[in-house]
């Protein structure tokens, strides 16, 4: 079983909302990345998570804050957000906790609009 | 710095015609992986294939084949006797051994007809 799960699917947020994105895996996988993806874009990596520590941040504004609270869990904690970050936001999982020979598995997304 | 080519943005076929979507890739290191992801209207990706810079045999599965050539530096995925449900936006991409990203191409948005 390959499976990540995303919720919500759809999310419309006002610039002044808190909202958060979830993703989930039971796969036992040690790794786990935040995309985003504007439409007709490849994704774009925000954020790695290798057994449950922030590993890489690609200099993200501080309106997204990700949290991983156990090694099944990410969350995407949204604030202040702004117009142009709507997007598809893609949630994967790696097996292992390190390394770029990993295949990543991805979720079913969520879509994003902010008013 | 490492670079993911898919020069051909759309292909329209016909069900039953073949079609091959073309990956060219840049990098500098001697161990990298290679991938290929499909992402249909929904908006998921899913996994087709990964591919190491040491193994050179071509892949076959079922109707899907890719061929992984160093010396040109490209990695063409071929899908036989296409589907209306291959229609999708097809990425290819490269990682590199020690770190955990992948550096996608443009991707390549495939219609099929009946």
């Known amino acids: 079983d390959t499976e990540v799960t995303q919720t919500p699917k759809h999310l419309v947020m006002g610039m002044t909302n808190k909202k958060s994105l979830k993703c989930e895996q039971h796969?036992?996988?040690?790794?786990m990345y935040w995309y985003k993806q504007k439409a007709k874009k490849p994704p774009e990596l925000m954020f790695v998570?290798?057994?449950?520590?922030?590993?890489i941040n690609e200099s993200v504004p501080s309106r997204f804050s990700p949290e991983c609270p156990n090694s099944s869990l990410l969350n995407l904690h949204l604030h202040a957000l702004q117009p142009e970050d709507s997007a598809l936001y893609l949630c994967?999982?790696?097996?292992?906790?390190?390394?770029?020979?990993?295949?990543?598995?991805f979720g079913p997304g969520t879509r994003l609009t902010v008013l | 710095a490492q670079k993911v080519t898919q020069a051909q943005t759309e292909i329209s076929v016909v069900e039953k015609e073949d079609v091959t979507l073309d990956c060219v890739y840049e990098?500098?290191?001697?161990?990298?992986?290679l991938f290929w992801y499909k992402q249909p209207p929904s908006g998921e990706l899913v996994f087709l294939i990964r591919?190491?810079?040491?193994?050179?045999q071509n892949e076959i599965s079922g109707r899907y084949s890719w061929n992984f050539q160093k010396s040109t530096s490209s990695f063409n995925f071929t899908i036989t006797a296409s589907q209306v449900v291959d229609s999708a936006v097809y990425f290819c991409?490269?990682?590199?051994?020690?770190?955990?990203?992948?550096?996608f191409g443009t991707g390549t948005r495939l219609l099929v007809s009946p």
């Open positions: 994967a999982s790696s097996p292992r906790g390190w390394g770029g020979t990993d295949t990543q598995y």
């Open positions: 796969m036992g996988h040690r790794a």
């Open positions: 998570y290798s057994y449950e520590k922030l590993s």
């Open positions: 990098t500098r290191d001697t161990t990298y992986y």
């Open positions: 591919r190491n810079s040491f193994d050179e």
């Open positions: 991409a490269l990682s590199d051994t020690g770190f955990q990203k992948l550096v």
